[in-house]
């Protein structure tokens, strides 16, 4: 089973920036579609963004299109988040995974492997 880490979150001021990163064990990293997901507390776990297995398609939330940018790097089997001009809504827990596709309706039920521990990301305004 792939295990996986994500890490980089931390608190920052609003219009601030973060980048996260995910890293994966296994070989079977760069066959798969990425994800990432976050959860804010009282919350369902909800969709931020989505990369294809070649980094060639990504896709994102409405609520983070134009400020976040995802991207992998396949030789490291790690697939990075860089989060610019953050907003306190932004606040949550976030996660990677795999998905079965790069899509604008990725949803974390449809993930493939057991979730991380996830990394916080604090927004203050």
């Known amino acids: 089973q792939v295990q996986l880490v994500e890490s980089g979150g931390g608190s920052v001021q609003a219009g601030g920036s973060l980048r996260l990163s995910c890293a994966a064990s296994g070989r079977t990293f760069s066959s798969y579609a990425m994800g990432w997901f976050r959860q804010a507390p009282g919350k369902e776990r909800e969709f931020v963004a989505a990369?294809?297995?070649?980094?060639?398609?990504?896709y994102y939330a409405d609520s983070v299109k134009g400020r976040f940018t995802i991207s992998r790097d396949n030789a490291k089997n790690t697939v990075y988040l860089q989060m610019n001009s953050l907003k306190p809504e932004d606040t949550a827990v976030y996660y990677c995974?795999?998905?079965?596709?790069?899509?604008?309706?990725?949803?974390?039920?449809?993930?493939?492997?057991?979730w991380g521990q996830g990394t916080q990301v604090t927004v203050s305004s």
């Open positions: 990369i294809s297995w070649n980094g060639g398609n990504t």
């Open positions: 995974n795999a998905v079965p596709k790069a899509s604008l309706t990725v949803v974390a039920g449809d993930t493939r492997w057991n």
